[in-house]
């Protein structure tokens, strides 16, 4: 948390205060959309993602001690796929296209088609894992 704050203080002593709110446009302003993100993570994110790890965790049929390491095989690539989701949002919903081609003279278009591939990769791998686990492991 003090690393976290030490991060946030010099970000905000470098950009200035000012940099933080536009008075032309206060909804482009970095201030509201934190506070907006802050709100949908609180508020609707978080909710439901644990009542989907919940339903997740009671579905599992292992013993109680075992659960969690079961359930962490389908955790960690969701989280995963989930991140790399939001990071490469704008180029999945292929905002801003004009700018990005005239950048890199390339299209928005394979972002969604990797980014599929890339969450079916993660999936795989952590089936591959759990199998070799499961085989491994004396019962």
Do not use: C
């Not at 008075?23 to 439901?48: G, K, N, T």
């Not at 950048?103 to 952590?126: C, D, I, K, N, V």
């Amino acid at each position: 948390m003090t690393a976290g704050f030490a991060v946030l203080a010099a970000a905000v002593a470098t950009m200035t205060p000012a940099a933080l709110w536009n008075p032309q446009s206060w909804w482009q302003s970095i201030a509201v959309w934190f506070v907006i993100a802050i709100i949908a993570h609180d508020l609707i994110a978080f909710p439901v993602y644990a009542v989907a790890d919940r339903a997740l965790q009671r579905g599992t049929r292992v013993r109680s001690r075992q659960r969690s390491a079961t359930v962490n095989y389908l955790r960690i690539p969701s989280m995963a796929a989930t991140l790399t989701f939001l990071v490469f949002l704008p180029g999945i919903i292929e905002q801003g296209g004009p700018a990005y081609q005239a950048a890199t003279g390339h299209t928005q278009e394979p972002f969604l088609t990797r980014w599929l591939w890339l969450t079916a990769t993660f999936f795989t791998l952590s089936a591959i894992t759990f199998g070799l686990r499961t085989t491994r492991t004396p019962r």
